[in-house]
């Protein structure tokens, strides 16, 4: 018992610690206390201060966040793991900066945790069915599964959670939606109260979403998206290839890697049983010793460099084909209901040449009232002006989808080119850098051997 005691009060003197070397560095910013943003009923202890309190630890973040010129910009930092009596979990510090009438501050401080920034993506959703919405990092993954609160696993989510808040606050319509402003400015007790609501909305969109699994091979398709398909599916299959073969690669080279690391330490051992050869031996177990250090530096960039931009990628471009579903599930609905008001047309065409020629049913013969064709006809007067009411909508609909999902492409297109671009050249630049040290290692060997046969054959003579 006072062991567990003991325990207690190094965990409460330690967050105590913690919460000093915060205050001192301003790592906790006053106005994100005061707002009531704070997660004030958890444990809170931090996995790494020195790493965590400040984002230097994540490569090229500076890029993912927008121009300080714009009217919007969306920092996320400072991670923070909160034990609580039947979960744990790691909130972010998301800072924002903002010059828009429609908000009353400037700068919001607030604490979210990775399901609320779940419950934003799925608001966006409900809001605009046909707007690229960007997509989240994984709530899980093998690395995560191991381990969920390591510097690496967190750090990478972090990156990927910037990614995720600056190409929403990039789009000129997400960035306006009225959930993404709460999301950012709203304290932590009112944001819980509206997350725990459900709107009839959310019922739609699942029926939609139903109805997109269901239905059948459009009849007429769209040029314009089929050919978007058509890239899309291409493109991943390219992406897909290249992420498995440099994946194979990276651990052959790993394997390698390992190898070198017992081969340059035998050519050292030699070197001092073998005086004469004792400078060319030790020269060349240093230039494996740093070929070996170039190429385990290839080998651990390969996830943040190809792996991981490549699979987060693939998972943009899903988005993207989901999204070119939904429309098609619009187009379906509307080719229906024209199919539809075709057959009441065409019935009704037939009832009023039958009204018109009443011999055509003299031999018909029933124990059972039947509708008269007049029947017939004012029921279909009802119903046909419905229907096309019900296409007109459809139609509206289709068309605004088409507009707002042509308008999300262009822009994914440019967004898609900037990524490939970064990523190709990030892969290049490290391949660049490998070989060079390479070629550097082996160079000075070369150059130590030249001079030496040259100064022996310049003594024999």
Same mark, same amino acid.
């Given at each position: 018992?006072?062991?567990?005691?003991?325990?207690?009060?190094?965990?409460?003197?330690?967050?105590?610690?913690?919460?000093?070397?915060?205050?001192?560095?301003?790592?906790?910013?006053?106005?994100?206390?005061?707002?009531?943003?704070?997660y004030d009923n958890s444990l809170?202890?931090?996995?790494?201060?020195?790493?965590?309190?400040?984002?230097?630890?994540?490569?090229?973040?500076?890029?993912?966040?927008?121009?300080?010129?714009?009217?919007?910009?969306?920092?996320?930092?400072?991670?923070?793991?909160?034990?609580?009596?039947?979960?744990?979990?790691?909130?972010?510090?998301?800072?924002?900066?903002?010059?828009?009438?429609?908000?009353?501050?400037?700068?919001?401080?607030?604490?979210?945790?990775?399901?609320?920034?779940?419950?934003?993506?799925?608001?966006?959703?409900?809001?605009?069915?046909?707007?690229?919405? !960007?997509? +989240?990092?994984?709530?899980?993954?093998?690395?995560?599964? @191991?381990?969920?609160?390591?510097? #690496? /696993?967190? $750090? &990478? =989510?972090?990156?990927?959670?910037?990614?995720?808040?600056?190409?929403?606050?990039?789009? !000129?319509? +997400?960035?306006?939606?009225?959930?993404?402003?709460?999301? @950012?400015?709203?304290?932590?007790? #009112? /944001?819980? $109260? &509206? =997350?725990?609501?459900?709107?009839?909305?959310?019922?739609?969109?699942?029926?939609?979403?139903?109805?997109?699994?269901?239905?059948?091979?459009?009849?007429?398709?769209?040029?314009?998206?089929?050919?978007?398909?058509?890239? &899309?599916?291409?493109?991943?299959?390219?992406?897909?290839?290249?992420?498995?073969?440099?994946?194979?690669?990276?651990?052959?080279?790993?394997?390698?890697?390992?190898?070198?690391?017992?081969?340059?330490?035998?050519?050292?051992?030699?070197?001092?049983?073998?005086?004469?050869?004792?400078?060319?031996?030790?020269?060349?177990?240093?230039?494996?010793?740093?070929?070996?250090?170039?190429?385990?530096?290839?080998?651990?960039?390969?996830?943040?460099?190809?792996?991981?931009?490549?699979?987060?990628?693939?998972?943009?471009?899903?988005?993207?084909?989901?999204?070119?579903?939904?429309?098609?599930?619009?187009?379906?609905?509307?080719?229906?209901?024209?199919?539809?008001?075709?057959?009441?047309?065409?019935?009704?065409?037939?009832?009023?040449?039958?009204?018109?020629?009443?011999?055509?049913?003299?031999?018909?013969?029933?124990?059972w009232k039947q509708p008269t064709?007049?029947?017939?006809?004012?029921?279909?007067?009802?119903?046909?002006?419905?229907?096309?009411?019900?296409?007109?909508?459809?139609?509206?609909?289709?068309?605004?989808?088409?507009?707002?999902?042509?308008?999300?492409?262009?822009?994914?297109?440019?967004?898609?080119?900037?990524?490939?671009?970064?990523?190709?050249?990030?892969?290049?630049?490290?391949?660049?850098?490998?070989?060079?040290?390479?070629?550097?290692?082996?160079?000075?060997?070369?150059?130590?051997?030249?001079?030496?046969?040259?100064?022996?054959?310049?003594?024999?003579?």
């Amino acid at each position: 018992m006072a062991s567990n005691n003991s325990a207690v009060l190094d965990v409460l003197v330690e967050n105590k610690e913690i919460s000093s070397i915060l205050k001192d560095t301003n790592d906790f910013d006053r106005s994100s206390i005061c707002s009531g943003s704070t997660y004030d009923n958890s444990l809170v202890q931090s996995p790494s201060i020195e790493s965590f309190s400040t984002i230097h630890d994540i490569e090229n973040l500076s890029e993912l966040n927008m121009d300080e010129n714009s009217d919007l910009c969306v920092k996320i930092d400072n991670p923070q793991k909160h034990l609580e009596t039947l979960e744990t979990f790691i909130t972010f510090r998301i800072t924002t900066k903002v010059a828009r009438i429609e908000f009353s501050d400037n700068e919001y401080v607030v604490r979210r945790r990775y399901n609320d920034f779940l419950w934003l993506r799925q608001k966006l959703l409900e809001c605009h069915p046909f707007c690229i919405i !960007p997509p +989240l990092p994984g709530k899980h993954s093998l690395m995560g599964q @191991l381990d969920r609160y390591s510097k #690496d /696993f967190i $750090l &990478l =989510r972090m990156k990927a959670l910037n990614v995720f808040i600056t190409r929403i606050t990039q789009h !000129p319509i +997400l960035s306006c939606n009225e959930h993404f402003k709460i999301f @950012l400015t709203a304290k932590q007790s #009112d /944001f819980n $109260l &509206l =997350r725990r609501q459900r709107t009839a909305i959310e019922h739609k969109v699942r029926t939609l979403s139903h109805a997109n699994s269901t239905h059948s091979v459009l009849k007429n398709r769209h040029i314009e998206f089929d050919k978007t398909k058509t890239y &899309l599916i291409t493109l991943a299959e390219k992406l897909s290839s290249i992420e498995k073969i440099s994946n194979r690669i990276n651990k052959e080279r790993s394997e390698y890697v390992t190898e070198l690391n017992s081969y340059h330490p035998i050519f050292t051992t030699w070197a001092t049983s073998e005086p004469e050869l004792s400078e060319i031996l030790q020269n060349i177990g240093s230039a494996m010793e740093r070929s070996s250090a170039a190429q385990n530096a290839l080998v651990q960039s390969y996830n943040t460099t190809v792996g991981n931009p490549i699979k987060d990628f693939l998972a943009y471009m899903d988005v993207v084909q989901e999204t070119i579903r939904k429309r098609e599930s619009y187009q379906y609905a509307y080719e229906v209901s024209m199919e539809e008001l075709g057959k009441r047309h065409s019935e009704k065409d037939k009832l009023i040449a039958m009204s018109q020629n009443p011999s055509q049913n003299a031999g018909s013969f029933s124990l059972w009232k039947q509708p008269t064709c007049d029947d017939k006809l004012e029921k279909l007067g009802s119903y046909i002006p419905q229907l096309v009411k019900k296409v007109e909508s459809n139609q509206d609909n289709l068309e605004c989808a088409n507009e707002s999902l042509r308008s999300d492409l262009q822009r994914w297109q440019q967004e898609k080119t900037l990524c490939l671009k970064k990523i190709l050249l990030d892969f290049v630049g490290k391949q660049i850098n490998y070989y060079q040290a390479t070629v550097n290692a082996w160079e000075y060997v070369a150059s130590e051997l030249n001079q030496q046969n040259t100064s022996t054959r310049s003594n024999a003579k």
